[in-house]
């Protein structure tokens, strides 16, 4: 199936509304370190389309008579380097908007500004990852994801032309970027964002080995915390409670402090959550 219902973790802690998924793609171009995905998506890092894939989705949403909104996408940014040759979420986005669904567009891309034009007066909201503002810093977090800067411009041009804004802050990686939580917060707030997601990073043995060789130090300080006083949820090491429960209050103070809605992502500490958590209270 292309368009499948969103769920993947079957857990307590992920508290999205019924939703679709869909991704045109297979794999992602960023090589983000911190990746959930690369554990378990074959060929991760060498992102290809899904065969057929603008055919299929014409076929199944022909099936669907519940227009539950789509989220876009949640593994493999759709704004990723095959797009802009391929143009395969362009082409979705329209096929979806013409078949009156809502839809979620999760991106660390730039790229979405091409398609402003079939963005505009429909009803979408883009969420937009930014875990720091350092550009040396998501050199090597995320080393082929749009900069820091372009990811801030993105926000603030979709919030000027009335398209609503998420941001995720995520994940949030004690001695990395942690200290950048209020800033971060404030930038995004002031360049349009409407609502915050957060997250702590969780451990993976494939993300936890490329975060380790880019982050020595960091990572051997944060062995112990993850390793021996961690707690595994679903296959993941989370960093102790009391520690990803500061993490996230700091979050969310900062974004009451701007009149911003706010929810954790599958952290568990649903007193903090102000809003739903990914941000589909934003649809038009």
Same mark, same amino acid.
């Given at each position: 199936?292309?368009?499948?219902?969103?769920?993947?973790? %079957?857990?307590?802690?992920?508290?999205?509304?019924?939703?679709?998924?869909?991704?045109?793609?297979?794999?992602?171009?960023?090589?983000?370190?911190?990746?959930?995905? !690369?554990?378990?998506?074959?060929?991760?890092?060498?992102?290809?389309?899904?065969?057929?894939?603008?055919?299929? @989705? &014409? =076929?199944?949403?022909?099936?669907? &008579?519940?227009?539950?909104?789509?989220?876009?996408?949640?593994?493999?940014?759709?704004?990723?380097?095959?797009?802009?040759?391929?143009?395969?979420?362009?082409?979705?986005?329209?096929?979806?908007?013409?078949?009156?669904?809502?839809?979620?567009?999760?991106?660390?891309?730039?790229?979405?500004?091409?398609?402003? *034009?079939?963005?505009?007066?429909?009803?979408?909201?883009?969420?937009?990852?930014?875990?720091? @503002?350092?550009?040396? %810093?998501?050199?090597? @977090?995320?080393?082929?994801?749009?900069?820091?800067? &372009?990811?801030?411009?993105?926000?603030?041009?979709? !919030?000027?032309?009335?398209?609503?804004?998420?941001?995720?802050? *995520?994940?949030?990686?004690?001695?990395?970027?942690?200290?950048?939580?209020?800033?971060?917060? %404030?930038?995004?707030?002031?360049?349009?964002?409407?609502?915050?997601?957060?997250?702590?990073? %969780?451990?993976?043995?494939?993300?936890?080995?490329?975060?380790?060789?880019?982050?020595?130090?960091?990572?051997?300080?944060?062995?112990?915390?993850?390793?021996?006083?961690? =707690?595994? /949820?679903?296959?993941?090491?989370?960093?102790?409670?009391?520690?990803?429960?500061?993490?996230?209050?700091?979050?969310?103070?900062?974004?009451?402090?701007?009149?911003?809605?706010?929810?954790?992502?599958?952290?568990?500490?649903?007193?903090?959550?102000?809003? /739903?958590? *990914?941000?589909?209270?934003?649809?038009?």
């Amino acid at each position: 199936m292309i368009i499948s219902n969103f769920d993947p973790w %079957k857990s307590k802690l992920c508290t999205c509304p019924l939703k679709y998924s869909f991704s045109p793609y297979v794999g992602c171009s960023h090589g983000c370190l911190y990746c959930y995905a !690369s554990s378990y998506i074959k060929n991760f890092n060498k992102p290809r389309a899904k065969k057929n894939v603008i055919r299929k @989705l &014409k =076929e199944e949403i022909k099936k669907i &008579k519940d227009k539950r909104y789509v989220s876009i996408a949640n593994s493999s940014d759709p704004y990723q380097e095959l797009e802009k040759k391929l143009k395969l979420t362009r082409e979705s986005i329209k096929i979806f908007l013409k078949n009156n669904f809502k839809i979620l567009i999760l991106t660390k891309s730039d790229l979405i500004l091409r398609d402003l *034009d079939i963005l505009k007066n429909s009803s979408v909201v883009v969420s937009i990852t930014i875990t720091t @503002l350092e550009n040396w %810093k998501a050199k090597k @977090l995320e080393p082929n994801a749009p900069s820091p800067e &372009k990811r801030i411009e993105t926000l603030r041009i979709l !919030s000027e032309n009335n398209i609503p804004t998420v941001v995720r802050i *995520d994940p949030i990686i004690p001695l990395i970027n942690d200290c950048e939580i209020e800033e971060i917060v %404030k930038t995004v707030a002031e360049n349009g964002a409407k609502h915050i997601v957060s997250s702590t990073y %969780k451990v993976k043995k494939d993300n936890w080995e490329r975060m380790k060789n880019e982050f020595p130090e960091e990572m051997k300080k944060l062995e112990h915390f993850y390793f021996s006083r961690g =707690e595994k /949820i679903h296959g993941y090491l989370y960093l102790p409670k009391n520690i990803r429960y500061n993490l996230m209050r700091r979050v969310f103070e900062e974004a009451k402090k701007y009149g911003l809605s706010f929810s954790v992502c599958r952290e568990g500490f649903f007193e903090l959550n102000t809003s /739903i958590c *990914d941000g589909s209270h934003l649809f038009k």
